[in-house]
């Protein structure tokens, strides 16, 4: 990512690991970007747990 280290206080991602060839390496950088004693939020869903009935 274009950001130097340290440069946000917190990241929020949302539905955007699942969609990445390697999420870990995602997650390295956001970790990165992140100041010391910083947050992450990370929201994705769980699609195994969906149930949908036959129509």
């Known amino acids: ?3 130097g280290d340290a ?3 917190h990241v929020f991602v949302c ?9 870990a390496a995602a ?4 970790q990165r970007v992140l100041r010391p004693g910083g947050s992450l939020t990370v929201i994705e869903g769980d ?3 969906t149930l ?3 129509q």
């Open 1 to 3: 990512m274009p950001f």
């Open 7 to 9: 440069s946000f206080d």
């Open 15 to 23: 539905f955007v690991l699942e969609h990445l060839a390697d999420p």
């Open 27 to 30: 997650l390295g950088e956001l």
């Open 47 to 49: 699609h195994g747990s």
């Open 52 to 54: 949908t009935p036959p």
